[in-house]
Structure formats: C-alpha cells, structure tokens
C-alpha cells in the first residue's frame, strides 16, 4: 500500500509541474502515468495474491501446529506409557528371578525326595527280600528230671524256605534236644518209636539249623528224661527264619 501511495503522488506531482505545455512530453509523461498505473494495478493484484497466499500459509501453519501439538501430546503419552512397561518389565524381571529360585529351590527338594524316594526302595525291596524271624525260644529254661521242656510252633503255607535255626546250652548238666512234627511228637510222648527232625545225641551244648518243608505244626523237645536226679537249667535261643 505504501507503494501505491508513492506512486500516485509522483503522478500528481508530474501532473502539475510548471511549464509542462509541449505536448511530447505530456503524451510521454502519460505514458509513463499509463505505465505506471499498469504496474500499480499488477502490484495490488500480487499483493492480493500474496496476501491469499499468506493466508494459505497461515492456515496451514495452524494445521502444522496443531499437528504439532497433537503429536506432542502423543510422544507425552507414548513417553508415559513406556515408562509404565518398563516398569512392568522390571517387576515382570523381578518376579521371574524369583520364580526362577522357586523353581530352583523346588527342583533341589524334588532331587532330594528322589534320592529318599530311592533309598526307601532300596529299603523295602531288602526289607521284602529279608528274612522274617519268628521268636520262638529266648533265655533260660528249665526241665525237671525225669521232665522235658516243649515250644510248640506252626509253619504256613504262606512262609517261604522256613528254617530253624538256633543255640542251646546246658548249665546243668547234658540233655537231648528233638524237633518232631505233630504224630512223631504224640509217639514220643507214648514211648512208642519217634521219627525225629532233629536229634542233638546226649549234649551239652548245640546249634540247629533244620530246614522246615511242610507246613504243619512242630514241636521243640529239650529233654532231662534220662537224669533220675538233676535238674537242667539250659540257656536257649531258637528262631524260626521264613520269607514271605
């Protein structure tokens, strides 16, 4: 606009200069007025133009900042956001370093359990395998003269590779120690004749070890019916060994 205003006042001025009467050079000086004016007029066009421009400028400037704003607004919000997963991923960190020595911890006990697993197998296996014992004579025992001393003891089907096994001895004196089965037994008591399982001979002292095959009931014989006068104290220790 300035512009404008500089050149229409040297028109004016030109206009009214003192003796400007030829007439070339009014025709030039309205020329150079035309010209001029010419180029006032292509000037408030451009400034026009410029000034829709400017406008175009400023319009899309506005968008730009709110652009700008906006993802301003988005990097804040993406900026919180990582920060709340990392601090997932450090408590996520957190939680599988402990799981990790619970697992751990776990995986110790479970090794051990194993190792105590197999060693009570071990144990019940060589304790199934092992030989049941059945008491059947502990300590001292007496017999009379002219008397005998019985324990009386069964053998099931059930008991596997029984065997009687045992150690006696006579403080007293010598004795004879049988092993009958049941009709043997009644024989000998009657006086008749007695197939024995085990005959120890007049001892004083002895082992046995007879293996029981039939399973029945059976009779252990420590006998002083031969002495008309002493009293027999005998220290005895007989088991009967099975497998089940």
């Not at 009214?16 to 010419?38: F, M, R, S």
């Not at 001892?203 to 059976?218: E, F, R, W």
Request: proline share 2%; net charge negative.
């Amino acid at each position: 606009m300035r512009a404008i205003t500089v050149c229409i006042a040297l028109v004016c001025v030109l206009l009214w200069l003192p003796g400007c009467g030829d007439d070339d050079l009014l025709q030039a000086k309205d020329e150079e007025i035309a010209d001029l004016k010419q180029q006032v007029s292509s000037l408030e066009k451009e400034i026009a133009s410029l000034r829709v421009l400017q406008l175009s400028c400023e319009e899309e400037r506005s968008s730009l900042e709110q652009q700008i704003a906006s993802l301003e607004t988005r990097q804040s919000s993406w900026e919180e956001e990582e920060l709340s997963l990392e601090r997932q991923a450090s408590l996520l960190e957190k939680e599988k370093s402990s799981l990790e020595q619970q697992i751990g911890s776990l995986q110790t006990r479970l090794s051990s359990c194993e190792k105590e697993k197999s060693s009570l197998e071990q144990q019940l296996s060589s304790w199934e395998n092992a030989p049941r014992f059945l008491a059947l004579v502990r300590g001292r025992i007496t017999a009379d003269s002219r008397q005998y001393y019985t324990a009386i003891f069964r053998v099931t089907a059930e008991m596997k590779n029984a065997r009687l096994k045992g150690d006696f001895i006579s403080r007293t004196g010598d004795i004879f120690v049988y092993v009958f089965d049941g009709v043997a037994y009644q024989n000998w008591i009657g006086g008749a004749t007695a197939k024995t399982l085990y005959n120890s001979g007049k001892v004083v002292a002895g082992l046995i070890d007879l293996p029981i095959t039939q399973p029945g009931g059976y009779f252990i014989v420590f006998s002083n019916r031969h002495s008309w006068i002493t009293r027999k104290l005998i220290d005895a220790t007989v088991d009967l060994e099975y497998y089940e």
